[in-house]
Nanobody
Framework: QVQVVESGGGLVQPGGSLRLSCAAS????????MAWYRQAPGKQRELVAG???????NYADSVKGRFTISRDNAKNTVYLQMNSLKPEDTAVYYC??????????WGQGTQVTVSS
């Protein structure tokens, strides 16, 4: 069983920055992929950014150039640095962990609100 805990959400003005963190714990042999998703009210959950154990990354077109995903393999932690935030980035952000063994796990989500 893998536990996933996100932190770092909050209220920020347009143009501001936030850094989200996600820590995985429990019976983890290794992690293949860590990713951030988000879900805005009335919309489907969408991929924001993902990163593999080897450091390969992918981003949604809407966040390219503004968001950066990174990971600390020793700490089983993934980060999402969000810059130049826009009101349309407002959503609940979820962390997803894909371990080498077992099924993927989700965190409880952290609210990000971009508003003046």
């Amino acid at each position: 069983q893998v536990q996933v805990v996100e932190s770092g959400g909050g209220l920020v003005q347009p143009g501001g920055s936030l850094r989200l963190s996600c820590a995985a714990s429990g019976r983890i042999f290794s992690i293949l992929r860590m990713a951030w998703y988000r879900q805005a009210p009335g919309k489907q959950r969408e991929l924001v950014a993902g990163i593999t154990g080897g450091g390969n990354t992918n981003y949604a077109d809407s966040v390219k150039g503004r968001f950066t995903i990174s990971r600390d393999n020793a700490k089983n932690t993934v980060y999402l640095q969000m810059n130049s935030l826009k009101p349309e980035d407002t959503a609940v952000y979820y962390c997803n962990i894909v371990p080498a063994l077992g099924s993927s796990s989700w965190g409880q989500g952290t609210q990000v609100t971009v508003s003046s």
